[in-house]
Protein backbone atom coordinates (compact mmCIF):
# COMPACT_ATOMS: atom_id res chain seq x y z
CA UNK A 1 0.00 0.00 0.00
CA UNK A 2 1.37 3.28 -0.76
CA UNK A 3 2.38 5.95 2.29
CA UNK A 4 3.13 9.36 2.32
CA UNK A 5 6.03 10.51 5.22
CA UNK A 6 6.44 13.84 6.04
CA UNK A 7 8.99 15.53 8.80
CA UNK A 8 9.47 17.01 11.41
CA UNK A 9 5.99 17.22 12.66
CA UNK A 10 7.12 20.73 14.32
CA UNK A 11 9.61 23.39 13.93
CA UNK A 12 10.24 26.45 15.55
CA UNK A 13 12.95 28.85 13.84
CA UNK A 14 14.19 32.06 13.96
CA UNK A 15 13.94 34.62 11.15
CA UNK A 16 16.00 34.49 8.43
CA UNK A 17 16.92 31.04 9.00
CA UNK A 18 16.66 28.54 6.18
CA UNK A 19 14.07 25.72 6.23
CA UNK A 20 14.33 22.59 4.78
CA UNK A 21 11.38 20.05 4.81
CA UNK A 22 11.22 16.70 3.05
CA UNK A 23 8.44 14.72 2.24
CA UNK A 24 8.64 11.23 0.55
CA UNK A 25 5.89 8.25 -0.90
CA UNK A 26 6.29 4.68 -1.09
CA UNK A 27 4.48 2.12 -2.72
CA UNK A 28 3.97 4.08 -5.78
CA UNK A 29 5.89 5.44 -8.74
CA UNK A 30 5.66 8.65 -10.86
CA UNK A 31 3.16 10.12 -8.41
CA UNK A 32 1.86 14.03 -8.86
CA UNK A 33 3.36 15.71 -5.40
CA UNK A 34 2.09 19.04 -3.73
CA UNK A 35 2.79 20.90 -1.34
CA UNK A 36 -0.02 23.10 0.48
CA UNK A 37 0.36 25.70 3.18
CA UNK A 38 -2.34 26.40 5.56
CA UNK A 39 -2.69 29.53 7.61
CA UNK A 40 -4.03 29.48 11.11
CA UNK A 41 -7.91 28.66 10.64
CA UNK A 42 -7.80 28.89 7.31
CA UNK A 43 -8.10 27.02 3.80
CA UNK A 44 -5.03 25.64 2.18
CA UNK A 45 -2.45 27.23 -0.34
CA UNK A 46 -1.13 25.18 -3.47
CA UNK A 47 2.69 26.12 -3.21
CA UNK A 48 4.13 23.89 -5.68
CA UNK A 49 3.77 20.42 -7.77
CA UNK A 50 5.83 18.73 -9.40
CA UNK A 51 4.85 15.83 -12.35
CA UNK A 52 7.91 14.38 -12.64
CA UNK A 53 11.39 14.43 -11.15
CA UNK A 54 12.94 17.72 -11.66
CA UNK A 55 9.47 19.21 -12.84
CA UNK A 56 8.38 21.93 -10.50
CA UNK A 57 5.63 24.47 -10.93
CA UNK A 58 5.27 27.29 -8.68
CA UNK A 59 1.50 28.43 -7.73
CA UNK A 60 2.49 31.45 -5.89
CA UNK A 61 5.10 33.84 -6.08
CA UNK A 62 7.02 33.88 -2.74
CA UNK A 63 10.09 33.15 -0.49
CA UNK A 64 9.58 29.42 -0.67
CA UNK A 65 11.19 27.16 -3.39
CA UNK A 66 10.76 23.08 -3.93
CA UNK A 67 12.90 20.69 -5.49
CA UNK A 68 12.06 17.05 -6.22
CA UNK A 69 15.35 15.30 -6.53
CA UNK A 70 13.98 12.09 -6.94
CA UNK A 71 10.91 10.19 -7.72
CA UNK A 72 9.27 9.81 -4.42
CA UNK A 73 10.86 12.72 -2.67
CA UNK A 74 9.75 16.20 -2.42
CA UNK A 75 11.78 18.93 -0.74
CA UNK A 76 10.31 22.39 0.42
CA UNK A 77 13.15 25.02 1.00
CA UNK A 78 13.76 28.41 2.04
CA UNK A 79 17.22 30.43 2.50
CA UNK A 80 15.91 33.09 4.87
CA UNK A 81 12.99 32.71 6.62
CA UNK A 82 10.15 35.34 7.43
CA UNK A 83 7.59 35.99 10.04
CA UNK A 84 4.87 35.24 6.99
CA UNK A 85 5.89 31.79 6.25
CA UNK A 86 4.65 30.42 9.80
CA UNK A 87 2.14 27.69 9.20
CA UNK A 88 0.89 24.42 8.47
CA UNK A 89 2.59 22.98 5.36
CA UNK A 90 1.51 19.95 4.20
CA UNK A 91 2.39 17.54 1.66
CA UNK A 92 0.43 15.42 -0.77
CA UNK A 93 0.90 12.85 -3.70
CA UNK A 94 -1.97 12.24 -6.29
CA UNK A 95 -2.36 9.61 -8.92
CA UNK A 96 -6.06 8.36 -8.94
CA UNK A 97 -8.34 10.68 -9.85
CA UNK A 98 -11.13 9.01 -7.82
CA UNK A 99 -9.33 9.52 -4.72
CA UNK A 100 -8.42 12.75 -4.99
CA UNK A 101 -4.81 13.45 -3.20
CA UNK A 102 -3.11 11.58 -0.12
CA UNK A 103 -1.68 13.96 2.65
CA UNK A 104 0.68 13.78 4.57
CA UNK A 105 0.45 14.33 8.75
CA UNK A 106 1.77 18.03 8.08
CA UNK A 107 4.48 20.40 9.51
CA UNK A 108 3.58 23.07 12.02
CA UNK A 109 6.34 26.02 11.15
CA UNK A 110 6.27 28.69 13.49
CA UNK A 111 8.83 31.44 12.66
CA UNK A 112 9.92 33.80 15.72
CA UNK B 1 -11.60 28.71 -14.16
CA UNK B 2 -12.60 26.55 -11.23
CA UNK B 3 -14.09 28.08 -7.71
CA UNK B 4 -15.45 26.03 -5.13
CA UNK B 5 -17.94 28.53 -2.36
CA UNK B 6 -18.31 27.12 1.18
CA UNK B 7 -20.51 29.65 2.79
CA UNK B 8 -20.25 28.48 6.28
CA UNK B 9 -17.70 29.17 7.94
CA UNK B 10 -18.59 27.61 11.49
CA UNK B 11 -21.70 25.46 12.85
CA UNK B 12 -22.95 24.23 16.03
CA UNK B 13 -25.21 20.79 15.71
CA UNK B 14 -26.59 18.54 18.48
CA UNK B 15 -24.91 15.13 18.81
CA UNK B 16 -26.53 12.61 16.89
CA UNK B 17 -28.38 14.86 14.73
CA UNK B 18 -27.88 14.53 11.05
CA UNK B 19 -25.29 17.52 9.75
CA UNK B 20 -25.80 18.90 5.96
CA UNK B 21 -22.44 21.22 5.43
CA UNK B 22 -22.75 23.26 1.87
CA UNK B 23 -20.73 23.17 -1.19
CA UNK B 24 -21.42 25.32 -4.37
CA UNK B 25 -18.68 25.06 -7.32
CA UNK B 26 -18.15 26.80 -10.71
CA UNK B 27 -16.50 24.76 -13.59
CA UNK B 28 -16.33 24.96 -17.22
CA UNK B 29 -15.21 21.44 -17.48
CA UNK B 30 -17.66 18.91 -18.55
CA UNK B 31 -15.83 16.01 -16.46
CA UNK B 32 -14.99 17.00 -12.53
CA UNK B 33 -14.54 15.46 -9.63
CA UNK B 34 -15.75 16.93 -6.03
CA UNK B 35 -14.44 15.82 -3.21
CA UNK B 36 -14.77 16.11 0.83
CA UNK B 37 -11.77 16.17 3.10
CA UNK B 38 -12.00 16.14 6.87
CA UNK B 39 -9.32 17.74 9.01
CA UNK B 40 -9.05 17.34 12.73
CA UNK B 41 -7.40 19.28 15.25
CA UNK B 42 -4.14 17.00 14.46
CA UNK B 43 -4.15 18.68 11.42
CA UNK B 44 -4.23 15.65 8.80
CA UNK B 45 -6.32 15.20 5.81
CA UNK B 46 -8.81 12.53 6.03
CA UNK B 47 -10.53 11.56 2.91
CA UNK B 48 -13.97 11.19 3.20
CA UNK B 49 -16.25 10.85 -0.17
CA UNK B 50 -15.78 10.93 -3.84
CA UNK B 51 -18.57 11.93 -6.43
CA UNK B 52 -18.00 12.28 -10.48
CA UNK B 53 -19.61 14.59 -12.19
CA UNK B 54 -21.56 12.10 -14.82
CA UNK B 55 -22.33 9.79 -11.22
CA UNK B 56 -25.78 9.56 -11.62
CA UNK B 57 -26.03 8.08 -8.25
CA UNK B 58 -25.37 10.59 -5.08
CA UNK B 59 -21.78 8.78 -3.18
CA UNK B 60 -22.61 7.54 -0.42
CA UNK B 61 -19.37 6.19 2.68
CA UNK B 62 -20.53 5.06 5.69
CA UNK B 63 -22.60 7.96 7.72
CA UNK B 64 -21.07 10.17 4.74
CA UNK B 65 -23.32 10.91 1.61
CA UNK B 66 -22.97 13.48 -0.98
CA UNK B 67 -26.20 15.34 -2.24
CA UNK B 68 -25.05 15.60 -5.48
CA UNK B 69 -27.12 18.67 -7.61
CA UNK B 70 -25.49 18.98 -11.02
CA UNK B 71 -27.44 21.55 -12.32
CA UNK B 72 -27.44 23.60 -9.82
CA UNK B 73 -23.38 22.99 -8.94
CA UNK B 74 -23.81 21.81 -5.70
CA UNK B 75 -22.61 18.79 -3.87
CA UNK B 76 -23.43 19.25 -0.25
CA UNK B 77 -21.68 16.56 2.72
CA UNK B 78 -24.53 15.12 4.82
CA UNK B 79 -23.36 13.55 7.92
CA UNK B 80 -25.74 11.10 9.60
CA UNK B 81 -26.06 10.58 13.02
CA UNK B 82 -23.34 13.12 14.42
CA UNK B 83 -20.73 11.70 16.80
CA UNK B 84 -18.36 14.07 18.65
CA UNK B 85 -15.63 12.67 17.22
CA UNK B 86 -17.10 14.60 14.17
CA UNK B 87 -15.85 17.64 15.48
CA UNK B 88 -13.57 18.91 12.63
CA UNK B 89 -12.90 21.27 10.00
CA UNK B 90 -14.64 19.77 6.33
CA UNK B 91 -12.93 20.64 3.24
CA UNK B 92 -15.00 20.38 -0.18
CA UNK B 93 -12.77 19.87 -2.89
CA UNK B 94 -12.87 19.93 -6.92
CA UNK B 95 -10.35 18.55 -9.57
CA UNK B 96 -10.73 18.34 -13.41
CA UNK B 97 -10.69 15.62 -15.73
CA UNK B 98 -7.12 15.13 -16.50
CA UNK B 99 -4.36 13.75 -13.99
CA UNK B 100 -2.45 16.93 -13.95
CA UNK B 101 -5.27 18.49 -12.50
CA UNK B 102 -5.04 20.66 -9.30
CA UNK B 103 -7.48 19.87 -6.74
CA UNK B 104 -9.23 23.16 -5.46
CA UNK B 105 -10.31 23.45 -1.97
CA UNK B 106 -13.12 25.46 -0.03
CA UNK B 107 -11.86 27.73 2.59
CA UNK B 108 -13.73 25.33 4.58
CA UNK B 109 -16.44 24.81 7.46
CA UNK B 110 -15.44 24.43 11.21
CA UNK B 111 -18.25 21.48 12.85
CA UNK B 112 -18.53 21.45 16.44
CA UNK B 113 -20.48 19.04 17.78
CA UNK B 114 -22.14 19.40 21.04
CA UNK B 115 -23.11 16.80 23.86
Known amino acids: SQTIHQWPATLVQPVGSPLSLECTVEGTSNPNLYWYRQAAGRGLQLLFYSVGIGQISSEVPQNLSASRPQDRQFILSSKKLLLSDSGFYLC???????????FGSGTRLTVV | AQKITQTQPGMFVQEKEAVTLDCTYDTSDQSYGLFWYKQPSSGEMIFLIY??????QNATEGRYSLNFQKARKSANLVISASQLGDSAMYFC????????????FGKGTRLHILP
Open chain 2, 51 to 56: QGSYDE
Open chain 2, 93 to 104: AMRGPNRDDKII
Open chain 1, 92 to 102: AWGRVLTYGYT
